[in-house]
DNA sequence: TTGAAAGCGCTACCAG
DNA sequence: CTGGTAGCGCTTTCAA
């Protein structure tokens, strides 16, 4: 190692393209550009050569000339659940529909790996972020910022007015589930969530509340920090009550199998004495028997929507700072009954039978 | 738009650094990289401005500048099983902790695409690639070896002796589980594989040959083109039969799947009458009833082996092409269960009971 | 210890 | 239409 490296070894520059065709560098990068027209005879020339040699150009001395990466970086805490799965190659399929590639890095729900992955993502100079934020995304979101890079964030509603969003009309969902829960004959309907102090959560209790007013029904909510046990009282302790809720409503997959198997332990049977539905839909859902409720974000449609708002903020197009809410699919299956208006609290299954 | 963007606007140059700090770029430089002394005076005055003008040096001229990108590039068929998503985030992990980024693509099966993807890249000048291959990745492989990318081959064994591999042990693994059922009584074994063509169904199929004739285990094989329908009516036929099989083996989650719902359909009790194994650990094998037994591949270990591997070529570290072949973790759960010696086929529950 | 400058490979400007 | 060349931002050599 003498001196530093000499050019990558072994790889063709355009210089050795002109040469090959005997005409400058100039006249190649036209060709290969396409925007300067060049005769016929010399174009021939070029593309003989290139072919011949293999020539790629040197996407780092090309990006350093024009600033932009055409790269664009995603970050999601994980790809272990069939949503972000769905988003992840949805947005590398637009991307690449596009012309633009994808540098995907993970957060683990980290707020600390998060700002880590922004910054280097920023180092490479992503032309634009799509952000699936963790709980405190705050310092990412700052650095963001103040780099001016462009971003959108997707999929977690967050307090922050600097940046496009994409979410779920959670409250519209919310809404629609109790809706629904509540023509089956649901009066009590029981919401698990992660911690109210979240804004998804927020939304969510929104909807519940309209909902329940709107439709007489009750609904009472535990806050379950990750503590199973917690949950486990909290779930026996509601569900031995008097008028105990006939419905559970779980605010993610995680949750869900969690609550069944909880539910299974406490020997309380679903969907004869609870309904269940859950947020999110995990590969699984059609699975376990009975088949579970779901309430199933448009992946696919919501990496739409935040490529079209990055591109813009991209390209410098001036609009105000922009929120989308999309609708959610909600699909009673097997773990949703209807309850009987005469006798109280009897069930009556309406899902497909049970024929596995 | 009047010229060429002179710079990517807004973000500081080291010249602005070196302004700032009433230096010279190199010394700027110099304290950066910490491969040349700088007086404090200097350096404080330095890193002062650095700090104050949250200066990230340009990643593009740095690898235009000395050639090699610290990026590595990751290509899979996709993220959706648990398999490959705890790869993909233990590579991330291995890359991070090793100052290297990743840049992820996936080539949905696709032969075609895993070609573009890989082509892409070598044009973003990845210094390695890791690829989870496509069935047939010939011309991917051709690429990388023509353009002399290291390169390695996670998870399929691939007949091309260009390049390291790091793969299951699969012939190990499928002897192990034949040991296993033999010692649970079972006398005849179904494996269900996508195509007997395939590299590694052969390693399976050569375990389950020795393994068999050691134990004195018949088997007979099902070639699962895709097609469920066949598989339905082959699955129905076998289990008919006098002398029908006790045990079926099958080769990814999906096939497990599949079957889980055929075994339902055909009404054969598993494990009463049939006991399944599947390679791949999906998700969901503990929530179905009975608990899916498993093969489990060591992502995280598959992993850290390639990227040894790699960094190894990408150092220029003479050696041999290796294959790394590792262990499989076997998982009998409650989808298998125990033959009676004595009554023919006569089975026996061994899982802990269906507690769910 | 410091700074000046060459040059990585490319694009786009401008002169011919 | 073509070619020469400046310069993107950086690292590294070399001379002071």
Redesign the interface.
């Known amino acids: 190692m003498a001196r530093?490296?000499k050019?990558?070894p072994?790889?063709t520059r355009i210089k050795d393209v002109a040469r090959r065709a005997r005409v400058s560098v100039g006249t190649v990068s036209h060709v290969l550009s396409g925007r300067v027209q060049v005769s016929d005879t010399l174009r021939a020339r070029v593309q003989k050569a290139v072919a011949a040699m293999?020539y790629?150009?040197?996407?780092?001395?090309q990006?350093?000339r024009?600033?932009m990466?055409r790269?664009i970086g995603i970050c999601m805490p994980?790809?272990?659940t069939?949503y972000l799965?769905?988003a992840?190659?949805a947005f590398?399929e637009v991307a690449s529909r596009n012309g633009y590639?994808?540098?995907?890095?993970?957060s683990?729900h980290e707020p600390a790996i998060e700002l880590?992955r922004i910054k280097?993502l920023?180092?490479?100079?992503a032309d634009g972020l799509v952000l699936f934020p963790s709980f405190t995304p705050g310092e990412a979101l700052e650095l963001a910022a103040?780099?001016?890079v462009p971003l959108v964030i997707v999929d977690r509603p967050t307090p922050d007015r600097r940046f496009d969003q994409v979410i779920l009309d959670n409250r519209g969902a919310m809404r629609e589930v109790v809706r629904r829960l509540a023509a089956l004959g649901h009066r009590r309907i029981l919401f698990v969530c992660q911690s109210t102090s979240r804004l998804v959560t927020q939304h969510r209790l929104g909807g519940l509340a309209d909902a329940c007013k709107r439709h007489g029904v009750g609904s009472e909510t535990i806050e379950f920090q990750h503590d199973a046990a917690f949950l486990r009282d909290e779930l026996a302790r509601a569900l031995a009550r008097k008028r105990a809720p006939t419905a559970l409503v779980l605010s993610n997959s995680h949750q869900a199998?969690l609550a069944?198997?909880l539910l299974?332990?406490l020997r309380v049977d679903c969907p004869g004495e609870l309904s269940v539905v859950a947020f999110d839909d995990?590969?699984?859902s059609t699975?376990?028997?009975p088949a579970l409720s779901v309430v199933r974000q448009p992946a696919v449609a919501m990496v739409e929507a935040a490529w079209d708002l990055l591109i813009q903020r991209i390209n410098r197009v001036a609009a105000p700072i922009r929120t989308v809410a999309l609708e959610a699919t909600i699909e009673f299956r097997g773990s949703v009954a209807g309850v009987a208006k005469a006798a109280d609290s009897r069930v009556v299954q309406i899902g497909r039978p049970s024929?596995?």
Do not use: C
């Open positions: 530093a490296r050019a990558t072994g790889r293999g790629v150009p040197n996407f780092h001395a990006r350093l024009h600033g990466s790269v994980h790809t272990s069939a799965n769905l992840s190659e590398e590639s994808v540098m995907h890095v993970f683990r880590d280097e920023i180092h490479y100079r103040r780099k001016e199998s069944l198997r299974a332990e995990p590969e699984w699975l376990v028997r024929s596995l």
